[in-house]
């Protein structure tokens, strides 16, 4: 994949795709609905892919009340099976228009 989408649907929200030329990561803000990925000139197009496809997932932990930070500060991810087949159906939305689908 060479391009990122300029939009993507994240849990029935439209979420504004930025690129970030400078940067390496990124990140996702539920509250301006956006996804910033880095695109440094140096990384190659899986590792870009790679953290756009992190970013989408983390949105939709988010959205969906599935994502909590622990004691310890560490990210945690916990759900049930029907809120994993919600999860995944929310991130099937979200990629099926970049596979031409």
């Known amino acids: 994949m060479n391009r990122l989408p300029k939009t993507v649907q994240i849990s029935g929200k439209t979420y ?3 690129k970030q030329p400078g940067n390496w990561g990124g ?15 140096n990384q190659s197009a899986q590792r870009i892919f790679t ?13 969906r009340n ?17 809120q994993f087949d919600d999860y995944a159906k929310d ?4 990629f099926k228009p970049m596979l031409g689908a």
């Open 16 to 18: 504004k795709v930025t």
């Open 27 to 41: 990140s996702c803000t539920t509250g301006k609905q956006e996804i910033t990925v880095g695109t440094a000139r």
């Open 51 to 63: 953290n756009f496809t992190h970013e989408v997932l983390e949105a939709v932990a988010l959205e």
């Open 66 to 82: 599935i994502r909590y930070e622990a004691s310890d500060d560490e990210i945690m991810f916990v759900m049930t099976h029907k």
């Open 91 to 94: 991130v099937a939305t979200a």
